[in-house]
């Protein structure tokens, strides 16, 4: 990362001992080097130990499974498979989404695995009951057993942070504060927990942990790391699956579901932090840093790892998409680990291999993969599977090795003898879904108290507070993404019937007479209470959409509206107390600043109250949590060959009660809203407009006589006017296009602008162009142009009508205008307020994703003439 110290210094890695004897050379020299063995890890207060370093590994070790099964299932699975025509073991390798099915295709088909993605419910239901879940849980599982070979079917669920998925279901904080607990039998019992509330819903598999190394902010994934620091990654992956599995030895006890370790390897590696991007690491960092939280998961017996959507791409190594690696499927995770359970992929992710689609991959099976993940294009992948066995391109052989494991997990998790899922341990139990006691002493637990000028907490039990900010009486920010949708948008506080906001917990904690509670700080004198206490920080967002990019990790540029508030607060006579939500440390020397306390509460979950336990005198014992990932003294990351820049907070970092900390006035210098590219220079990196979600400062729009000024798309991605409307849809991965329709009563536009111009000049200095990645689904009828602006009236346009006509309908397409094309129609570059924009007056519909403006890119063979 940016701000990391080097490995060595950070982990104190150990080097190997170098006192080899000159017999022991010898026999190394003659059969290789003996492997490292890792199985069960030492022990403190009952649980995994993050252990002060970890040797240095020259290779992978092979993992000793604390879970190694029944001999006799083996013997039982080679019956089942040799009684399987080569349709139903393609049918248990195949995976699709609730949403795309019934249950009478589970029996036609013989699925072997279900899922149901982030915002996907029975019956489309945000809000259904857990006996909906147990129904449709059912209805599967009948309809599996109805299938000739009569083998179960199991249900996979995205369980990241507790069942995350289930309306009224606690909610636990998010990994990033978890590992700020430093406490992994926490850890345990969470997932343990985590168990009980899947199986109070129907479900047997759980899609957690994730086990990321995160070496890079950015990432919009950050949360979900544990920490930068291996160390805790590997206790942590040890805990998690105990905890999630029931400490399973031969089987997966009553109390436990199967657990994922995820996403295989190197997704928290990426370069510049983007999702799904390329991690460059020499496969000795591959083995030390981003392997270490497998190595305590699979000794622990995890039973499926799901592989990364990310490219293993160096000088040296050439893997690609590890969804079509067989060095690092088969090669590193099934043979020199020994893992013998079941790989699965992630959504789509084999559609990203070089020469595959979604419902074509032979590349991935032949890799090692075992469980594909096809939501939506189930049928064609059954089918062209089929096909490559029988043609030879995917030996029988592979498929035969695929069934197997399948079946081993199964065997191992209980599901060939378990009754309907309705008739499960913990079936329907409110109880089961209810853990608010655990979850609220992991908020108190893994909060960070970073500055606290002359010990201002905590506050005493009798103050007169104010609560400002926006994150006060939000529990959609406050649980972030992964809640109820996928992104953890579109949610309300009715969402969330059994959760408890922060300004809640703090009224309870005081008494609602002695806190008033204004977001915005206006109209409010704060000389009139005791302290102020503002809730601020990030809004929800989930892969993707929460890459920073090239944006500055400055908050105040990120969210102006929480600086705004704190403007308004500080400097009034009366102490200020700082709650941060969010899900990643940002450079926030600002805020810090205007703040005589200043803590970070992570994405604690739905009970607030437990950081209203730390902020009030008497509720509870005070800070304990401490930094698990370093926070940046700087707005810009180092930039490739620059040195690491030095943390404002290190790792480990985290004030006591009785502490105040030596923070003094920070540096508020201030690079801007973009960390490179632009200006008058020459741009060197891609400006990105619209990635899955609007790029700040850009924000999406329609636009049509019903409302020229523009109605903005919302966080779900729709807007509608007679005209034009628009919706999600997949063009590269899932919802991360505008499937935009003209309907042809009228003129109308698509298009995204910032509130203010930006100086692009060094894009046209870099022969640029703007590109974008679409789908046609209706050719258009009339003349359509693609335009940017400066600052209406100002703008330039290319007709695009027949370049649009041209492309296939229903495949993707990726087009590229010059952006010089448009400055030397008059658009004046040192003031682009809208990079894109598409507009017509007849019917059209198309799908519109990763909108980016990239240098160099306007020599490219492939741009669109000018004319």
């Not at 070979?149 to 996979?156: A, D, H, L, Q, S």
């Not at 509330?197 to 129907?202: C, F, H, L, P, V």
């Not at 992948?381 to 090795?401: C, H, K, L, W, Y």
């Not at 500055?552 to 509206?561: D, G, I, K, M, T």
Request: glycine content about 12%; overall charge negative.
């Amino acid at each position: 990362m940016q701000w990391r110290s080097t490995l060595a210094a950070v982990l104190g890695l150990t080097l190997a001992a170098s006192a080899t004897s000159a017999a022991a050379a010898a026999q190394e020299e003659r059969h290789g080097p003996k492997q490292t063995v890792i199985g069960q890890p030492k022990t403190e207060h009952g649980c995994a130990r993050i252990e002060k370093s970890l040797p240095t590994l020259k290779d992978w070790p092979r993992i000793d499974s604390q879970l190694d099964g029944d001999r006799k299932d083996e013997a039982r699975i080679k019956a089942i498979l040799k009684d399987m025509t080569l349709a139903e073991k393609v049918g248990q390798m195949t995976q699709p989404e609730i949403g795309q099915i019934t249950p009478a295709d589970v029996t036609t088909y013989g699925f072997g695995s279900v899922l149901n993605g982030g915002g996907s419910f029975p019956g489309g239901n945000k809000h259904a009951a857990p006996q909906e879940w147990l129904t449709l849980a059912d209805a599967y599982w009948e309809a599996s057993k109805a299938s000739r070979t009569k083998i179960p079917v199991i249900w996979g669920i995205d369980a990241v942070h507790g069942n995350n998925n289930v309306f009224g279901t606690t909610v636990f904080p998010h990994n990033i504060g978890l590992g700020a607990a430093y406490d992994p039998c926490l850890v345990r019992d969470i997932a343990a927990a985590t168990a009980e509330q899947i199986r109070a819903t129907g479900q047997d598999w759980a899609f957690a942990p994730t086990l990321a190394v995160v070496q890079d902010d950015r990432w919009g994934r950050t949360y979900e790391g544990y920490s930068e620091d291996p160390r805790i990654t590997r206790a942590y992956g040890f805990e998690a699956v105990k905890g999630l599995q029931d400490n399973a030895k031969k089987r997966i006890g009553e109390d436990g579901v199967i657990a994922t370790a995820k996403h295989f390897i190197g997704d928290g590696g990426t370069t510049g932090g983007k999702d799904q991007g390329v991690n460059a690491a020499s496969e000795k960092d591959l083995i030390n840093i981003h392997g270490q939280g497998y190595y305590g998961a699979l000794a622990a017996g995890a039973q499926t790892v799901m592989i990364s959507f990310n490219s293993w791409t160096n000088d040296v190594i050439n893997e690609g998409k590890l969804h079509g690696s067989k060095y690092a499927q088969t090669g590193i995770l099934k043979e020199k680990m020994g893992f013998d359970g079941l790989i699965v992929s992630d959504w789509n992710g084999i559609g990203q291999v070089t020469g595959c689609t979604n419902s074509s991959c032979p590349q991935a099976i032949n890799a090692g993969m075992d469980v594909v993940m096809v939501p939506g294009e189930w049928k064609a992948f059954i089918t062209n599977t089929i096909a490559q066995v029988e043609s030879g391109q995917i030996p029988m052989t592979r498929i035969d090795d695929a069934v197997t494991r399948i079946l081993r997990v199964k065997l191992r998790a209980g599901t060939f003898d378990a009754p309907k899922p309705s008739k499960r341990d913990h079936a329907g139990e409110q109880k089961a879904l209810q853990h608010k006691e655990l979850a609220r002493e992991a908020v108190r637990d893994s909060a960070v108290l970073l500055k606290n000028d002359k010990r201002t907490l905590p506050l005493s039990n009798r103050s007169k507070v104010l609560v400002v900010g926006k994150s006060a009486d939000n529990i959609s920010n406050q649980t972030g993404g992964w809640t109820l949708s996928w992104q953890g948008t579109g949610n309300t506080n009715a969402d969330f019937p059994n959760a408890t906001s922060i300004l809640k917990g703090i009224q309870d904690a005081l008494g609602t007479k002695n806190v008033t509670f204004s977001e915005t700080a206006d109209g409010v004198d704060p000389a009139q209470f005791d302290a102020v206490i503002a809730v601020i920080g990030e809004t929800p967002y989930a892969e993707g959409v929460g890459d920073l990019g090239k944006r500055s990790f400055e908050s105040a540029r990120l969210y102006p509206q929480d600086l705004a508030v704190l403007d308004k607060v500080s400097g009034k006579g009366k102490p200020v107390v700082t709650v941060y939500v969010g899900g990643r440390a940002l450079y926030m020397n600002k805020e810090i600043n205007r703040s005589d306390a200043f803590v970070s509460a992570w994405l604690p979950g739905s009970e607030g109250q437990g950081i209203a336990d730390l902020l009030i005198r008497g509720r509870h014992n005070g800070f304990s949590g401490k930094l698990s990932y370093s926070w940046p003294g700087e707005a810009c990351p180092a930039l490739p060959g620059e040195a690491a820049k030095t943390p404002l907070f290190k790792l480990g970092y985290g004030l006591r009660d009785w502490q105040t900390g030596s923070v003094g006035k920070l540096d508020e210098t201030s690079p801007g809203g973009t960390c490179s590219g632009g200006g008058g220079g020459t741009a060197t990196e891609d400006l990105e407009v619209f990635n899955r979600t609007d790029i700040a400062p850009y924000k999406s729009y329609i636009g049509s006589a019903e409302n020229w000024g523009g109605t903005e798309i919302g966080p779900d991605g729709q807007a509608s006017h007679s005209e034009i409307n628009v919706v999600q849809s997949d063009v590269n991965v899932q919802q991360d296009a505008l499937k935009t329709t003209w309907t042809g009563t009228g003129p109308g536009q698509v298009y995204l602008q910032s509130p203010t111009g930006s100086d692009l000049r060094g894009y046209g200095n870099a022969n640029a162009a703007i590109e974008f990645d679409v789908i046609v689904h209706q050719a258009p009828a009339n003349r359509t142009v693609i335009s940017a602006h400066c600052m209406y009236p100002c703008l330039a346009e290319i007709d695009a009508t027949q370049a649009f006509r041209n492309l296939p309908i229903g495949q993707k397409s990726t087009v590229k205008i010059s952006v010089n094309c448009f400055s030397d129609k008059g658009l004046d570059l040192e003031n682009v307020n809208t990079p894109f924009l598409v507009y017509t007056d007849g019917p059209f519909q198309a799908s519109f994703a990763n909108v980016r403006w990239v240098p160099k890119a306007g020599a490219d063979p492939d741009v669109l003439p000018c004319t």
